[in-house]
């Protein structure tokens, strides 16, 4: 019969008993764990599904970047650690809201365009690496991720002025 | 043909009446204001009587008013018709190729078939919903107008309507000229459509080859073709319609003259000849759409088709009457002496195959290209019927076992593996929607892929493009291996499926395929044989016939084929060490 495999990593998937855990944040800003009697400093929280599902299967890593387990939803966890989850959560995945397109010009045939917006925290010139970094999946509601990876977000693209869909209707 | 195109229309007679109603509503009141044309020339004005002809007018108000509304009433329920009768058509179409066997796929090239579920029905669409009640309108018309016009006058309207019989058989002729156009330019749409998808899809190897300007050359002999094919129609169909249009104007002329004169020597009225001049005009555009509508039926004739030919096309590989749906599967294979033959090829892939594959237990496959191990492989889920012989899984000929049972047993990883444009989560549950995010979480840390994914800035909501092309090929494969986990299927076949990647993620795959096959049958088909030494069993296939049986151990004693490939391949992976060191 077959050999068994020389190294087994940990391919489980551990889900935290939101009953069990709860986060701090230390005067440092390291944010710690603590379930049951153990304390772990935590490097990052990453969202399984940041688009369709982004307060659910949040995934939690250690100080050495290994996975400590999965938060199945937010919501169940205690006011406190929702505050410091939250804050954590929106610094990382940081969308910026379009509202307004003001130009759109393409770059190079690769797909590249610039695109001039005014979002919730002023204007801004973003390039945008290509189509696949343009989600219209979910059609009136847009998501664009610039270059340097910053997420914008056309809540209802329909919703815009004539102005702003006229230019950028042929990028999307 | 015909008929079933309108059983189509069945499930919606109720609505199509109405329409109908409303259409022949609509005809007839705009045929009236003609005939209150007249009372205002021969009544209203010559008696000098205001009254009467503020009512003719408001009467002619009334008329444009109700014409209107039942328009707008008639335009949105036959568009509603449409997009529901099209939107079925599409759906029936689409099922009968999902229904459809692998042979099918093997002899009709994809860009044909998106031509026919798109272009084709939309063109039946159009003929059943608006062409057959255009047809009825222009009937009706040039019924009443007929009838209009032999009530007020017959030499005049034995005169106005003698060119129609003309037309009638001009149109005939027409038909016969323009059906094979129709057919050969369905065709070379279909042609066009398949190169495109075809080359769009290679667009790295054409670029690699060099071959843009190859590729254009080809572009343009299709395109070309297309333009020939649709100036022949235009040829026929910009002779023939001013043509017609030319009969319609001499009987017009003809009117004028001998009208004209009858009311100079006051044997007929000015407003009767107004009325018959008027309904003459209203009565060659009708017989004009009429001959255009041959034109349309031709056509949809040729989509008709080409989209019956798919849907009347039996699967080859279909459920057996006394299909059965085992509930449990050990995953226990036996081919008994097994031939098979792809269609219209008399040359035998496999044959006479005995083989036993108990549960749990690994087959590895090994053989030269073409020596029959994928066709082997893809008997098992019934891709292709055998020709001869019997497979069976646990003790019950495949045939006889429910086709969706039996495949929901079996997973699949293949070589290139095939990823849809959908996010990474879409892809992993593909053959178990209903799995939910610990499990889709679970498979993919079992097929190594979690780490990677969660790494992606959307992390499992990333699209993967189309064909997972924003994927590596290793970070593909293990998606795809993933997704098999999450199936959990008893029977495996890997195909080639460490093959096309990178040393390093070979071991990952290798790591993730090891966890994948524990307790499973598996049939595993590779041409670097280091990855089925845990096999526990190799068959050597030759030319259809498996000319070694064995363990490794067994079949490097054999000294036979087996052992001759391992030591080439032992050879070459020394070679390349030798020279990786001398770099």
């Known amino acids: 019969m077959r050999e068994p495999l020389a190294e087994e990593p940990d391919i489980e998937v551990r889900v935290l008993p939101p009953d069990q855990i709860r986060f701090v944040q230390l005067p440092d800003q390291q944010?710690?764990?603590?379930?049951?009697?153990?304390?772990?400093?935590?490097?990052?929280v990453l969202r399984a599904l940041p688009i369709s599902d982004p307060w659910r299967y949040l995934v939690v890593y250690d100080s050495d970047g290994a996975e400590v387990g999965v938060i199945k939803d937010f919501g169940e966890l205690d006011s406190k650690s929702q505050e410091i989850l939250r804050r954590e959560l929106e610094a990382r995945y940081k969308t910026l809201v379009i509202k307004r397109v003001l130009k759109v010009e393409r770059l190079s045939q690769s797909g590249h365009s610039r695109w001039q917006v005014e979002t919730n925290e002023g204007i801004h010139d973003i390039v945008i690496p290509g189509s696949d970094h343009i989600h219209t999946s979910r059609y009136p509601r847009i998501f664009l991720r610039s270059a340097d990876s910053q997420r914008y977000e056309i809540p209802d693209f329909e919703a815009l002025d004539i102005h702003s869909r006229r230019v950028a209707r042929d990028f999307l | 043909m015909w008929r079933r195109l309108f059983s189509y229309l069945r499930p919606e007679w109720h609505w199509a009446i109405t329409s109908m109603i409303l259409t022949l509503a609509m005809t007839y009141i705009s045929l009236l204001p003609p005939t209150l044309m007249q009372k205002v020339l021969d009544e209203a004005i010559p008696k000098k009587s205001v009254d009467l002809l503020v009512k003719l007018s408001m009467a002619l108000l009334a008329i444009y008013l109700l014409s209107t509304l039942l328009s707008v009433l008639r335009?949105?329920?036959?568009?509603?018709?449409?997009?529901?009768?099209?939107?079925?058509?599409?759906?029936?179409?689409?099922?009968?190729?999902?229904?459809?066997s692998l042979s099918f796929y093997d002899s009709h090239r994809t860009g044909q078939l998106m031509s026919r579920i798109t272009g084709d029905v939309g063109t039946m669409e159009s003929f059943i919903v608006h062409s057959v009640q255009q047809l009825i309108v222009d009937l009706l018309t040039v019924g009443v107008i007929g009838y209009f016009l032999f009530r007020t006058d017959v030499p005049l309207a034995l005169i106005g309507l003698a060119p129609a019989p003309i037309m009638f058989l001009m149109s005939i002729k027409y038909k016969d000229l323009v059906l094979p156009i129709y057919r050969r330019l369905r065709y070379a749409w279909g042609d066009l459509s398949s190169f495109?998808?075809?080359?769009?899809?290679?667009?790295?190897?054409?670029?690699?080859?060099?071959?843009?300007?190859?590729?254009?050359?080809?572009?343009?002999?299709?395109?070309?073709?297309?333009?020939?094919?649709?100036?022949?129609?235009?040829?026929?169909?910009?002779?023939?319609?001013?043509?017609?249009?030319?009969?319609?104007?001499?009987?017009?002329?003809?009117?004028?003259?001998?009208?004209?004169?009858?009311?100079?020597?006051?044997?007929?009225?000015?407003?009767?000849?107004?009325?018959?001049?008027?309904?003459?005009q209203r009565f060659y555009g009708p017989v004009h759409n009429l001959a255009h509508f041959n034109d349309i039926v031709q056509s949809t004739k040729a989509s008709a088709e080409r989209v019956f030919e798919i849907l009347?096309?039996?699967?080859?590989?279909?459920?057996?009457?006394?299909?059965?749906?085992?509930?449990?599967?050990?995953?226990?294979?036996?081919f008994r002496n097994v031939k098979f033959a792809y269609q219209d090829s008399k040359e035998p892939v496999l044959k006479g195959i005995n083989l036993e594959i108990r549960p749990g237990e690994m087959l590895g496959i090994v053989g030269h290209s073409g020596a029959g191990k994928s066709t082997l492989?893809?008997?098992?889920?019934?891709?292709?019927?055998?020709?001869?012989?019997?497979?069976?899984?646990?003790?019950?000929?495949?045939?006889?076992?429910?086709?969706?049972?039996?495949?929901?047993h079996i997973g699949m990883v293949l070589?290139?593996?095939?990823?849809?444009?959908?996010?990474?989560?879409?892809?992993?549950?593909?053959?178990?929607?209903?799995?939910?995010?610990?499990?889709v979480m679970r498979?993919?840390?079992?097929?190594?892929?979690?780490?990677?994914?969660?790494?992606?800035?959307?992390?499992?909501?990333?699209?993967?493009?189309?064909?997972?092309?924003?994927?590596?090929?290793?970070?593909?494969?293990?998606?795809?291996?993933?997704?098999?986990?999450?199936?959990?299927?008893?029977?495996?076949?890997?195909?080639?499926?460490?093959?096309?990647?990178?040393?390093?993620?070979?071991?990952?795959?290798?790591?993730?395929?090891?966890?994948?096959?524990?307790?499973?049958?598996?049939?595993?088909?590779?041409?670097?044989?280091?990855?089925l030494r845990k096999a526990d069993k190799l068959i050597v296939l030759e030319s259809g016939q498996i000319v070694e049986e064995g363990t490794h151990e067994e079949l490097m004693a054999a000294n036979g084929t087996y052992r001759r490939l391992v030591e080439i391949q032992t050879r070459m992976s020394e070679s390349l060490s030798v020279l990786s060191e001398a770099r």
């Open chain 1, 31 to 44: 944010i710690v764990l603590i379930w049951g009697d153990r304390a772990i400093a935590i490097q990052k």
């Open chain 2, 75 to 100: 335009t949105y329920l036959m568009s509603w018709l449409g997009q529901k009768i099209l939107a079925r058509m599409r759906m029936d179409l689409y099922a009968h190729l999902q229904r459809l």
């Open chain 2, 196 to 280: 495109l998808s075809d080359t769009l899809a290679g667009v790295r190897v054409v670029k690699v080859f060099n071959q843009e300007g190859q590729e254009v050359d080809r572009f343009w002999k299709k395109n070309k073709r297309i333009f020939d094919t649709n100036m022949r129609h235009v040829f026929l169909w910009s002779a023939f319609f001013p043509g017609m249009g030319l009969l319609g104007s001499i009987s017009l002329v003809a009117i004028w003259l001998i009208g004209g004169r009858q009311v100079m020597e006051g044997t007929l009225s000015l407003g009767v000849l107004t009325m018959i001049t008027l309904y003459l």
């Open chain 2, 312 to 334: 009347d096309t039996v699967p080859d590989v279909a459920n057996s009457p006394d299909a059965v749906k085992p509930n449990k599967v050990r995953g226990h294979l036996i």
């Open chain 2, 377 to 408: 492989a893809a008997l098992i889920p019934r891709f292709y019927d055998v020709t001869d012989g019997i497979i069976e899984l646990d003790r019950l000929d495949l045939r006889k076992w429910d086709l969706a049972t039996l495949r929901s």
């Open chain 2, 415 to 439: 070589q290139d593996p095939y990823l849809f444009h959908a996010t990474i989560k879409e892809n992993l549950t593909y053959g178990k929607p209903d799995a939910d995010m610990i499990q």
């Open chain 2, 443 to 531: 498979a993919a840390k079992a097929a190594n892929a979690h780490q990677f994914i969660m790494d992606l800035p959307d992390g499992y909501d990333t699209y993967v493009g189309e064909r997972g092309i924003r994927l590596s090929g290793g970070q593909r494969q293990r998606i795809s291996i993933g997704r098999a986990l999450l199936k959990d299927p008893k029977i495996l076949i890997l195909d080639e499926a460490t093959s096309s990647v990178d040393s390093e993620s070979e071991y990952a795959i290798q790591q993730a395929l090891d966890r994948l096959l524990k307790g499973r049958t598996t049939i595993a088909i590779a041409h670097r044989l280091s990855t």
